[in-house]
């Protein structure tokens, strides 16, 4: 179940991630797009509000000033006295309802000769006109030290003052425009006087006021040094400069901004609004007083479509991408079903169920291919199960057969020791141990007549049934004919000629073959193709000469000479198949006719059984538990001679 | 309506106008209930009056008043704003002020003028009067000021900055300064007065860096002039020894009160400023007490000298009356109202 989560985890974790990647990114890009355009456009809006607010504001304050400068003018240009000064200010307070009061003041001595000091200030009260004398008012300060006359003097320029509250106009924001009066033209440079006039800028911070800019954006003014003058934050109006504000926010961000304002530059920013919300702002000059107008345009209202646009996409896109999910999640679920039934089914049959039905086969998509492959897999291993079972029980009805065989085999040699135990003349003993269950060496010993004891040993080349077969026909034919015949010799001719007659598979068997007079100690023999035997007499062992002869079956007609020897009592005749000699240990080396030879020479000659043992131990030891290659054959005689 | 203008063009920034004495005066006794009602019958009742109009200059009483510091003192002050045309040395002599806040120079020269005044406290230690000039003016010491057009204050404002100019043989093109920096900003003078805790401020405030602007210290040409200090008649020290020794204690007190919580002083100061319909901001008054801070010696929100330094006040008295500002000028125990005491 682990794998079936994970799989189904992974599809849906990989697909959802990635689909919720690519919906992001094209969300972003979308938002990050249309604000893009958004803004281009807000751009050009905002500019053509902000010039259009800040020539309606500019040109109120224009015309004041030419007005103003009208009046100077008229008094650079001609001679006034009081009464015709006094004209001149009425007439132009009558004609220009935006102005509030008109003043001329002049410099010690300027205008009368005795005055050290003349100011007439006209202004409006109930109505009507009033003038009064600002030379002769009571106050700390002469006129010529207030800003309104200073700094135009000063400066020799046309010089609005900052705004100003003046509670005598019902706490209005008022503001004065300044204009020196120069003495033989301006070129001449020396200031005679300082005309100005006072308007309320109530009117102009009103229509900067209520601009309405969406819902919550708005337009604000600010003084040519940062004093807030229109704006939303009422309590700020001329309290707080922008750089207080930006002082108190700790933002020189804001700062850097303000002076770029006051510069007079104009500029399209996206900042945190003093009223403390992202907003774009356009700010642009208001030429004659060094203002700043600004309009702001709060960033949530304007992205307000957009991010609701974003809003809806995003449940949308999300909505989708957990449907897609549930759809992954069924389509795994078939996917990983099928194969987790296969999975548990095959387990079942890996323990060796292989009757369980395979899950049904729906669809030819790839687990249904799976699962046809599985199902011919299992009818295959099911019918190779089938074959090999038969096959055992074949082997094993043929490995009993075999061990029935060498049963068979060995009750044919002769078993019993001593076998001629009413024979004190000689003593003999044989054995033959076959390397596979049935072998192709034999021994076997027999009385011809009273007094000659035939014995030999035998070879049949190959091993196994084939050879076991061969040895039977070889065994019979040279006991029936070693009784016949009685001369080793003839024997080995008359057997192979029978045994070459029908030999199409070309096996043979090498054999030596021995007759032994009881009575005299003489022993014939012939040899076809054996190893030769040993002698051993007096405690030295050597081969009998024995001619080699050919093998017996393949080549009818052959001949074996009879040699013979003379045993005296005590010596022994030693017998053996190469499986002796070509005994092997785990290095692969042959145990050699030498060690032969030495081994029979040192055996105790107590008796045949004894020497044929402590060969087989010297054997065992040599070959240290190696796997036996070859039937092992050993006879021995020792003749005693005749009591 | 001239006058009116001209009241309204002083209040626009940094100073306040001409003040009414009226209004704030009957707004402080309106409001005063509070303190009225805590009051024991034993309050003794106390004017001061200050320099200016209420700004954090003064943070120090209007914390100490707002803080029930004076009543708990057994005082019921009323503090009376001063202004252009109130001569906090006159309100004391003609005894329409208890106490008053002046600076150190203008002290002695009342008391050259036969004013009877006792120094009780010398709340600033040293002078906080600067010549700001842009750095495209290129001064950058008191003597490059020779032959510039510089703005100064009238009356008791000019004495340092005259003072130095005829110690440095420098000529100046004096113009008067009004009560704005407006004309400096303009570009009308090379250099203008300036309070490091105001008008200083106001320039940045106006947008002006302060790397733009080079600033002329003038404590550090030699002669200190301490300002804002303590004062009463000789007689009132005499008649009300405890009331004038519980005004020092309860004026210091606020002071420190007011360093130790900055925020709620500035709080107390803008509502007292709101009151009297001056302009006002948080950041200017801030700025301003810390500068107050800066300039009274205070060490720590507990620490506060609050005395005349005797070094100080005979250097000053010396420089003085050998630049003949002043004829005399009484011993320092005299002057402290401890003549006695020292003897």
Known sequence: MKANRSIVFRLILVISLWSGLIFIVVLGYNYHHSREVLEKELEKNAANLALSLANKVDAELVSVSKVTEGVAKALETADYDEKSLRLLLRETLEANPGIYGSCAAFEPHEFRKESVAYALYFFRRNGTTDAIRLDRSSGSLPYFYWDWYQIPFELGRKEWSEPYFDEGWGNQLMMTCSVPVFKGGKSAGQVRGIVTSDLSIESLTRLVSSTRILRTGYAALISRQGVILAHPLKQSIMNETFFSIAEERRDPGLRKLGQKMIRGESGFVFYKSLVGVKSWMYYTPIRSTGWTLAVIFPEAELMENITNLTMVMTVIGFLGIAFLCIAVFFISKSITSPLIA???????????????????????????????????????????????????????????????????????????????????????????????????????????????????????????????????????????????????????????????????????????????????????????????????????????????????GPLKDSCFETGSLMLMPGDTIFLYTDGVTEAMNRDGEFFGDASVLETVGKASKTGAASIISSVGEELGRFTDGAEQADDITMLAVIYRGMP | ?????????????????????????????????????????????????????????????????????????????????????????????????????????????????????????????????????????????????????????????????????RKYGITVNEVRQSYTVNLFLRGGVDAASAMWYNEYHVMLESGIDADELNVLFLNDYGVNFPEDGLYTLEKTVRNEPQLTAAFIDASLEGWRYAFAHPEESVDIIIRHMHKAHIPANRAHQKWMLDRMRDLSGSKGSEHMPGVLSRTDYETLGREMKAAGLIRSYPSFGTFTGKSHEGQ
Request: hydrophobic share 45%.
């Open chain 1, 342 to 552: 296969l999975a548990g089914t095959s387990r079942k049959i890996a323990e060796g169920n292989f009757e369980l039905d395979l899950p049904p086969i729906r669809t030819m998509d790839e687990v249904g291919v799976l699962t046809a492959s599985f199902q011919s897999m299992v009818t295959s291993l099911k019918q190779y199960i089938r074959n090999l079972t038969e096959t055992t029980a074949a082997k094993e009805r043929i490995q009993s057969e075999l061990k029935l065989a060498k049963d068979i085999q060995a009750s044919l040699l002769p078993r019993i020791f001593p076998p001629f135990p009413e024979r004190p003349e000689f003593d003999i003993y044989a054995m033959m141990r076959p390397a596979k269950e049935v072998g192709g060496d034999f021994y076997d010993f027999f009385f011809t007549d009273r007094n000659s004891l035939c014995f030999l040993v035998a070879d049949v080349a190959d091993k196994g049934v084939p050879a076991a077969l061969y040895m039977m026909v070889a065994k019979t034919l040279l006991k029936s004919e070693g009784q016949r015949v009685g001369d080793p010799g003839k024997i080995l001719c008359n057997v192979n000629n029978i045994l070459a007659e029908d030999n199409e598979n070309c096996m043979f068997a090498t054999v030596f073959v021995a007759i032994l007079d009881t009575v005299t100690g003489e022993v014939r023999y012939a040899n076809a193709g054996h190893n030769p035997p040993l002698l051993v007499r007096s405690g030295s062992a050597a081969y009998v000469d024995a001619k080699h002869g050919l093998v017996l």
């Open chain 2, 1 to 165: 309506m001239k006058t009116v203008k001209r009241k309204s063009c002083m209040k626009t920034r940094l100073f306040s106008g001409i003040s009414r004495i009226v209004m704030p005066f009957t707004l402080f006794f309106l409001v005063s209930p509070l303190f009225l009602l805590d009051a024991s019958p034993a309050l003794k009742k106390a004017r001061l009056v200050t320099l200016w109009q209420p700004q954090a200059q003064f943070a120090g009483y209007y914390a100490a008043l707002d803080r029930g510091i004076y009543a708990k003192h057994g005082i019921d002050l009323t503090i009376i704003p001063g202004g252009a045309v109130i001569s906090p040395a006159e309100m004391l002599r003609s005894g329409k002020a208890d106490f008053a806040v002046l600076w150190l120079a203008s002290a002695l020269r009342e008391r050259d003028a036969g004013v009877q005044l006792i120094n009780l406290s010398q709340v600033l230690q040293r002078s906080s009067m600067m010549l700001v000039s842009r750095k495209t003016a290129g001064i950058t010491g008191i003597e490059a000021l020779n032959g510039r057009k510089v703005s100064l204050w009238d009356g008791t404002l000019s004495l340092l900055p005259r003072f130095l100019f």
